[in-house]
Structure formats: structure tokens, C-alpha cells
């Protein structure tokens, strides 16, 4: 009687009603007055059936275990239940709809229309167009069952509230999926995704091509990029079948809040682990190993090392793969497609792929903006991805990722240690990999200088980096914010029985262009003794040694010494702070006392008359090597950095002279001829005596520079640097002048012209020209 009663319903056209009836046996129900969007589709029909302990709503059919049915499963033991549908209850439908939207983000319909059971368990079906929610409503121990194709996609527990789920995603596969959500699929190699807009798609497990990892950026193998923002370890690649990981742990540098890629370990579940540190030195269970340009093998890995870094070639149930690692950037490549899990296939999986149990690498720091970057010139400097040379590799790999990373990245750190480059490298690498080389993009992108590699082994606090235009191992931030926020350079003094002693952090006092060699207690011989792997310098006295001053406060006896300068009166100059750090067992006040040196004039110019020459002549001064951090009047220069002195002439023609610097000087008064006098270039030569003096291009240009350490005349206070230079011309005539050996001149210029016999060579050679130097001189103030 039931299926005629509802069919009259329906052919007598009621959109709006009421039906409420009991069901005690299994009935087959007709709701197209109130149609259903279960997991993407649309359903007129119910069916209701029991099984003794639990009651099934289905849509397709009526259940059994066997059947794949579309169902809703509720407990029910008493084989019966009151059934209602209802189109016309607007008061109920309005109040549910502002429930839904508050509870369930996904949901965006209002209610049309509900079908609802009630006793001994209540739940319904909420029609929302082409949406559709279930709303629960039990004891917490009561659970109701989401199925799809008679696999569970949800479980819904009870409430003393409504529970409300959102039943109208997307069906992949025939599985069915939650908006907003993903599953795997029976052979969990494939990733079933629905959008919160029920937009359906798949990822596969199955994964090759190239990850790249660098700075805090990830390239995953599908061109997906996401950064970490923490120091913890990561997986980036981990094949549980083969028992391998491939790991990596990020690290801050210069910023607490900017992490970079730091070490690479090959992780294997039997037979020793391979890290591929800074550097380029590898660890083989632990030991060092050295290796070259020919492939060793350790533990199945095939190891090599050249210029560029260190590669591991391994394989992964016979699939090859391979990892490159030069202490900036990771770049793994696999050419067959393999099933694995890690940031290297979803770097969207930070969650799920961090390693790293000690919470404390995840805390989230926020250091002052650097007022030093330019926005404008960060766009510059990576959009050059997107010109020749890197355009002819655009087709081939976007470069809009490594764009889009590499300014997030400068326009939060300093574009310092290379890192401009390192991003320009990983493109370019990741070109190469496959078979789209640039060619000669250091040139084009002004990347002169490789990667910092410091000799000796830095810390686990310190990280290679330039230091005052040397290459030498810095503070990572967090270490060296312990200190610099109380203005220290180490400590506390520990005091035990009648000795003090106070470390310094040795990283610390190179960034202060403080060279521990010169310091040591109030006594001469008391020097502090450096540690060969933690970089730490001790110093050590007692009551009655290394010149201690013993004083008494009331009761207590106080010993006090302090780390000096060495301060001999026999050096003209010196490029050493003075420093002075008084220490006590009961007051340690470490105090550093720095000299800082302005530039006055950040560009001089002149015009001169040399012979027959008219010019202008200009002096500038850089911070940098590719002489780009032009020293301004606002600049300070630290005693032993490293600066670059530029000579630009103008009004020279280059096919007929060439510059040569003759010397330069440095005088503590403005007069040239003043004294005391400093020579750093002397006949056209850095002073043999002075290993900071580089001479670069004399004699080949219109142009030359030279780099020397800064330093400070001794005794003088304050003592003011003047530099002066006197340059000569080299005139191009057939009888040539020797220049100076060192200045390391070109083989001779031709040209050539054509005779009756054909074309004939005349060498044109280099004279040194003596009369009328120019004269041009420059000065930094304390």
C-alpha cells in the first residue's frame, strides 16, 4: 500500500508536504518530492531494510553485505522506525541552514527539503539543491556509518548536540570522498582528492623527474613548491620496500626566521648511514671519507666529489637515482617512476614528513625587517630567469617557481654567501639535468664567486659565510642572539676555588673583526687557548697569576682580569679593535670596544693633464668583490675588512693607452707626503710584506682596482686614513717600455692590414709612460 500512496503524492503534484508513516519491514520509499545528491549523485528512491542490530537507509537497492550499496548505517535492534518526509517545515529548513553553514565550510545550499527516522535512533537526510548533509543526532557512543559502494567513508559519532556531515562529495574510482579531503585508493599508491568545491582528482605515488631543494624551498617531482619555515629534519624521499630515507635537515643562518637546506643523510634500514655535509665532506657511518672524481662504492652507494659538490648515485628496487648536494642545494633525480613518500613527492607534506622528535626545532621566530634590501632590485635579480641566457631553458623547465622562491627569499635575507646565485645555479642545474644547458650564465647573472667553502670544519653553531669580504665560519643566529642581546661576546666567568674563566665565542669575535691571536690577559703571556671543534677560546687565571688584580668588598675577595689587545709600539698600523673585556668572579661585564670607520667621500673625482692627455679620473670604494655595495658616507668599515678601491678613468681612448697604478699610500694626514706612511702598491706592485694587497687589472684597461684588509695607523688618536694613488699611462707604440713584472700584462695587441702579398701582421706593444702621474687621494674617519 505504500508505493501507491507516495506515487499519488507525486502525480498530484504536492511540492510542498508532510508524510510521516512507520516502517517496521523492509520498504522501498519514493523521494522524488525530496531528492538526495549522495557523493555526486542524485537519488529519488530510498530503501530501508534491518538486520537485526543495525537498520540501512540505501539508495540503490536494498542492502546486504554483498551489495555495494550507497548507504547510510545506523544501530537499530529493534527492527523498526517512524519515517518523515517533509518539504514544508521553512521555519525548521531556515534554522538548519544557518546551523549547516556554521558548522560545514563545504556547505554553501540552503535546505529544500528533509527526510528524517526517528526511534529508537533519530537521524535525516537534509536536501540542500545539489548538496546534501546527514544530520545525527544520539548518545556519543553511538556511531553512524557513511557508505559508498559498501566502503566506509565516514563514521559519525553522537552528540548531546547535532552532528551535521556534509554527504554530497565526490566519487573517484568509485570511492567515495569527503570535500575538502583525500584518500588513498586500495593500493595506497594513489591519492584521491576532492576540492571543497567537489572539484575530484588523483595523484599517483609513482613518481620521477627531478626535486630540488634549496635555501628553505622545495621543488617537488610534480613542479609543486613549498618552503619549510622551522629547523627541523625532513624526509625527502623514502622508499619503504627498499628500507631507504632520504633526509634532510634545515638550519638558520644570518636570520633566526629563515631556514636553509643544511645536510643531506642517505638513511638506510641495514648498513651505515652517508651524510653529504657542508663543505663537500661526507660521512660514512660516521667517519669521514675522502673522495674524488672517480666513483667509490660504500654500502651499494656509488660516491664522487668534484668542483660542484658531491654526488650519490643509488638504486631503489632497480631503479636509479641520483642525489647532488654542494652545502646549498639538494637536487634529486629519478628517471624510472617509483613509489615513494616525502617532501621530494608532495612538498605540500611538511606534517607528515617532519622527522624531528625535540619540538623545539619547530619554534617560529620573527627578527626585524632588513632595511638594507630593495625590493625593486630583488625583482631585478631574479626575473633574470626569464632572460637570455636562462630564456632558452624556459620551454623546458618554468622558471616561475624558481622566481617566485627565490624573491620570497631575498626580500626577507640578504642577497649575501651567494645565496642570489644559488637560485640561479638550481635552475640552471635542474636545465642541465634535462639536456636544456645554459651556457655561460655566471657571466650573464655576474656570479664570479663560487659558493663560500671554509677550509677548517665549522661548528654545529656556526655555518660558512663571508665575514668582512673573507670567507670563514659565521654564527648561526640563534647561538649568537644568546649573546649579542646582552651585548656579550661569551661568558659567564666560571669561578671554582681561587680561579676564574671566561669563554668566548670565537665566531663572535671574527664578525667583530677581532683576530683571537691578539688578545690575552693583563699579562702578556696569559693567551687564551682556542678549542678545535667548538671554536671556543678559553681564557683562564688565578689569585696570584696572569696579572689579576685581587680586591676586597666587605667580606668577599674579588679577582679580576681583563682580555686585551695586543698593543705593540713597534707597528706602524694595525688592523685589530681594540678591545678590552674586564672579568670577575662576581661581576663579569664584558665589554668590547669597536672602531668603526666612515668613508667621507664615497666617489672622487678629478680631471687631470697627463702629457698630452686630457682625462677624469675617479676613485671609488666597494664593500664587495663584484663591486656592487658601493661604501657610502653612512658606511662603516670594520678594521681588517676587506675592501675594493675601483680606479675609472674617462676620456681615454682603450685602442691607444692603457692605466697603469704606480703605487698607493696611506698617510695618517691629508698631505701625501705626510708621515707616518703605509705602502700598499709600489711600482705597480701589492706590497710583498702586506698578504691583504691584491692588484687586479693594472696596466690592462682604462680601469684597475686593488683589495687590501682596513687597518688603522697605531698611536694615533683618532686616527684618520688617508689613501692616495699616482697613476701612469701606457701609450701603445711600436718601441715598448717594460712594465712591472707583476702586473701580469696580456701578450702584446696586433692588428693587421692587407699587402700586396696578402694580409701582413704589426705588433703594437706597450710603453710605460713616466711624466705627469696623476695624483688622487681619499680618507676614512673613525
Known amino acids: 500500500m505504500l508505493l501507491p500512496l507516495l506515487f499519488l503524492f507525486a502525480a ?67 527492527s523498526k522506525t517512524y519515517f518523515e518526509l517533509n518539504t514544508e517545515d521553512y521555519s525548521f529548513l531556515n534554522s538548519v541552514t544557518f546551523d549547516v553553514k556554521d558548522s560545514i565550510n563545504t556547505i554553501t545550499n540552503d ?59 565526490c566519487r573517484i574510482s568509485g570511492f567515495g570522498v569527503k570535500p575538502g579531503t583525500t584518500r588513498q ?49 625532513y624526509t625527502l624521499l623514502q622508499d ?36 653529504l655535509l657542508q663543505g663537500h665532506r661526507v660521512l660514512v657511518g660516521g667517519s669521514p671519507v675522502t673522495l674524488s672524481g672517480l666513483v667509490q662504492t660504500f654500502n651499494g652507494v656509488g660516491l664522487s666529489k668534484d668542483q660542484t659538490g658531491v654526488t650519490a648515485n643509488i638504486s631503489l628496487n632497480g631503479s636509479p637515482v ?38 623545539s626545532c619547530q619554534q617560529q621566530y620573527v627578527d626585524p625587517a632588513d632595511d638594507t634590501i630593495n625590493s625593486t632590485a630583488v625583482i631585478e635579480q631574479c626575473n633574470i630567469l626569464k632572460s637570455s641566457p636562462f630564456s632558452s631553458c624556459n620551454a623546458v623547465v618554468d622558471p616561475e617557481s624558481y622566481i617566485i622562491a627565490c624573491r620570497n627569499t631575498l626580500n626577507k635575507y640578504p642577497a649575501v654567501d651567494g645565496l642570489r646565485c644559488q637560485f640561479l645555479k638550481a635552475y640552471a642545474k635542474a636545465c642541465q639535468k634535462r639536456q636544456a644547458t645554459v651556457q655561460n650564465w655566471w657571466t650573464a647573472a655576474k656570479c664570479y664567486h663560487p659558493e663560500p667553502i ?31 642581546e646582552q651585548n656579550r661576546l661569551g661568558g659567564p666567568t666560571v669561578c671554582k676555588d681561587n680561579t676564574a674563566s671566561l669563554t668566548l665565542v670565537g665566531c663572535l669575535l671574527k664578525e667583530n673583526g677581532i683576530d683571537y691571536n691578539h688578545l690575552h690577559l693583563n699579562d702578556k703571556t696569559c693567551t687564551g687557548v682556542m678549542d678545535p671543534e667548538s671554536h671556543m677560546l678559553k681564557f683562564s687565571f688565578s689569585s696570584d697569576s696572569c696579572g689579576t ?103 681615454l681612448d682603450a685602442e691607444v693607452v692603457s692605466v697603469v697604478t704606480d703605487s ?26 702586506d698578504g691583504t694587497v691584491q692588484v687586479m687589472g693594472n696596466g690592462q684597461g682604462t680601469s684597475n682596482s686593488f683589495s687590501f684588509n682596513m687597518f688603522e695607523f697605531s698611536g694615533k688618536e683618532p686616527s684618520e686614513v688617508y689613501l692616495h694613488c699616482q697613476l701612469q699611462l701606457v701609450v701603445k707604440k711600436n718601441n715598448s717600455f717594460p712594465l712591472p713584472g707583476c702586473l701580469g700584462v696580456s701578450p702584446p695587441l696586433s692588428w693587421s692590414g692587407w699587402g700586396s702579398s696578402g694580409p701582413a701582421r704589426r705588433r703594437r706593444s706597450l710603453r710605460y709612460r713616466r711624466g705627469a702621474p696623476a695624483l688622487i687621494s681619499m680618507v676614512w674617519t673613525p
Open 12 to 78: 498530484a503534484g504536492l511540492t510542498d508536504a508532510s508524510i510521516q508513516f512507520p516502517i517496521t519491514e523492509n520498504t522501498q520509499v519514493d523521494t522524488s518530492l525530496c531528492p538526495i545528491t549522495y557523493f555526486g549523485q542524485e537519488y529519488t528512491t530510498i530503501y530501508i531494510n534491518f538486520t537485526g542490530e543495525h537498520m540501512f537507509v540505501c539508495f540503490n537497492g536494498y542492502y546486504h553485505p554483498e551489495s555495494n550499496g550507497d548507504c547510510i548505517k545506523a544501530p537499530n535492534t529493534e
Open 111 to 169: 535546505a529544500t527539503c528533509y527526510l528524517r527516522f526517528d526511534h529508537p535512533t533519530t537521524f535525516g537526510l537534509i536536501a540542500m539543491g545539489s548538496q546534501s548533509v546527514l544530520w545525527w543526532y544520539n548518545p556519543p557512543q553511538i556511531i553512524a556509518s557513511v557508505l559508498v559502494n559498501g566502503d566506509v567513508v565516514e563514521n559519525v559519532p553522537g552528540s548531546e548536540n547535532w552532528v551535521y556531515s556534509d554527504t554530497s562529495g
Open 322 to 359: 641520483s642525489v647532488f648536494f654542494d652545502g646549498t642545494t639538494a637536487q634529486i633525480y629519478i628517471d624510472v617512476p617509483v613509489n615513494v613518500k616525502g617532501l621530494c613527492a608532495d612538498s605540500s607534506s611538511s606534517s607528515s614528513s617532519r622527522l624531528s622528535s625535540d619540538s
Open 454 to 484: 671554509c677550509q677548517d670544519k665549522c661548528s654545529d653553531h656556526e655555518f660558512c659565510g663571508d665575514i668582512h669580504g673573507n670567507t670563514d665560519c659565521r654564527c648561526r643566529a640563534i647561538y649568537a642572539s644568546n649573546y649579542t
Open 185 to 233: 585508493s586500495l593500493d595506497n599508491c594513489t591519492s584521491l582528492i576532492c576540492s571543497n568545491t567537489r572539484v575530484s582528482s588523483t595523484k599517483s605515488c609513482l613518481v620521477k623527474g627531478l626535486c630540488t631543494v634549496t635555501g628553505p624551498t622545495v621543488f617537488d617531482f610534480r613542479g609543486q613548491m613549498n618552503s619549510v619555515s622551522d629547523r627541523c629534519e
Open 549 to 651: 688584580e685581587v680586591t676586597t668588598n666587605n667580606s668577599q675577595v674579588i679577582f679580576t682580569n681583563a682580555v686585551v689587545t695586543r698593543n705593540s709600539s713597534s707597528d706602524l698600523i694595525t688592523r685589530q679593535d681594540k678591545v678590552f673585556i674586564e672579568f670577575s668572579c662576581s661581576h663579569p661585564t664584558p665589554e668590547l670596544q669597536n672602531v668603526a670607520f666612515k668613508i667621507i667621500d664615497n666617489s672622487v673625482e678629478v680631471v687631470l693633464e697627463s702629457g698630452e692627455w686630457h682625462y677624469n679620473l675617479t676613485m671609488k670604494a666597494y664593500s664587495d668583490a663584484a663591486q656592487t655595495q658601493l661604501l657610502g658616507p653612512n658606511s662603516d668599515v670594520r678594521l681588517n675588512q676587506k675592501i675594493w678601491i675601483v680606479l675609472e678613468t674617462n676620456g
Open 240 to 275: 619503504q620496500s627498499a628500507g631507504f630515507s632520504l633526509k634532510a635537515n634545515f638550519l638558520e643562518r644570518r636570520r633566526r626566521d629563515v631556514s636553509f637546506v643544511d645536510s643531506v643523510t642517505l638513511d638506510f634500514s641495514q648498513g651505515a648511514d652517508i651524510q
Open 664 to 689: 698607493c699610500w696611506a698617510t695618517s694626514g691629508n698631505s701625501p707626503s705626510s708621515s707616518p706612511r703605509y705602502d700598499l702598491i709600489t711600482d705597480g706592485c701589492a706590497n710583498a710584506e
